[in-house]
C-alpha cells in the first residue's frame, strides 16, 4: 500500500478555506485516494474519494494533479464543528479480498473563532 | 438509519481478565473490519469479516485476541489475558463490499486495562 505524507496539523479560523496536502510518491495505478474525517470520541467517516483530477460533494473538494503523486482536501469557509482529525488514504478502490484501510497520523485541524 | 454500534462503549478491567467487546454491523452489510486506535495515532487494522468467516486476521497482534461473527451479522472480539498495552479505543466498521469501499465505522469501545 502505498505510504501518505500529510502535515500534523493545521490551524484555521472561522470562515476561511482550509487545504489539507498529502504526499503519496509511490501511489499505483488502480490506487484511489481516500479522505476519511474523525471528531474526538468518534469513529472515522469517509469524506471524499477520487482517482484523478478534481471531485466535489457537499462536504469538500479533492484535487488531484495528473501524475497523481498528491492530493489536496479543501474544506470551503470552515465553521468550529471542522476542527477534527483528516486522515488521507491510498488504496484499491475495490478488493475482493478485503479491503482493510491503512491509516496515517492524520493532520489535525483546529478551527479558531 | 441506525448506524454501527459497539458495546461497551467504555471497559475498565484489571490485568489479566478476558473481557469481549461487541460490534454490531449495518443491517445487510457483509464485510466487518476491526481497528484498533492508540492515542494519538490513527486507526490499525485488526481483522476483516466477509460473511462468518476471517478473511484476513492478519492484523491480530497475537494469539491472545480472537474474533467471531458466527451469523454473518454480529461480531464480538475476545481478548484474553488482558495487558496494559492493549488500552485503546476498539473500532468496528462494516461496508456493503459488493458496492463500494466506504467503511461505516462506530463510535469504539474504550478498553483500559490497569
Known amino acids: 500500500l502505498a505510504k501518505t505524507t500529510q502535515p500534523i496539523s493545521m490551524d484555521s479560523y472561522e470562515g476561511q478555506e482550509v487545504n489539507i496536502t498529502c504526499s503519496h510518491n509511490n501511489i499505483a495505478t488502480n490506487d484511489y485516494i481516500t479522505w476519511y474525517q474523525q471528531f474526538p470520541s468518534q469513529g472515522p467517516r469517509f469524506i471524499i474519494q477520487g482517482y484523478k483530477t478534481k471531485v466535489t460533494n457537499e462536504v469538500a473538494s479533492l484535487f488531484i494533479p495528473a501524475d497523481r503523486k498528491s492530493s489536496t482536501l479543501s474544506l470551503p469557509r470552515v465553521s468550529l464543528s471542522d476542527t477534527a482529525v483528516y486522515y488521507c488514504l491510498v488504496g484499491v478502490r475495490y478488493q475482493d479480498a478485503g479491503n482493510m484501510l491503512t491509516f496515517g497520523g492524520g493532520t489535525r485541524l483546529m478551527v479558531k473563532p | 438509519g441506525a448506524g454501527v454500534s459497539q458495546t461497551p462503549s467504555n471497559k475498565v478491567t484489571e490485568k489479566g481478565k478476558y473481557v469481549e467487546l461487541r460490534c454490531d454491523p449495518i443491517s445487510g452489510h457483509t464485510a466487518l473490519y476491526w481497528y484498533r486506535q492508540s492515542l494519538g495515532q490513527g486507526p490499525e487494522f485488526l481483522i476483516y469479516?466477509?460473511?462468518?468467516?476471517?478473511?484476513?486476521d492478519s492484523g491480530l497482534p497475537n494469539d491472545r485476541f480472537f474474533a467471531v461473527r458466527p451469523e454473518g451479522s454480529v461480531s464480538t472480539l475476545k481478548i484474553q489475558r488482558t495487558e496494559r498495552g492493549d488500552s485503546a479505543v476498539y473500532l468496528c466498521?462494516?461496508?456493503?463490499?459488493?458496492?463500494?469501499?466506504?467503511?461505516?465505522f462506530g463510535p469504539g469501545t474504550r478498553l483500559t486495562v490497569l
Open positions: 469479516f466477509q460473511g462468518t468467516g476471517a478473511a484476513d
Open positions: 466498521a462494516s461496508s456493503q463490499l459488493a458496492d463500494t469501499d466506504t467503511q461505516y
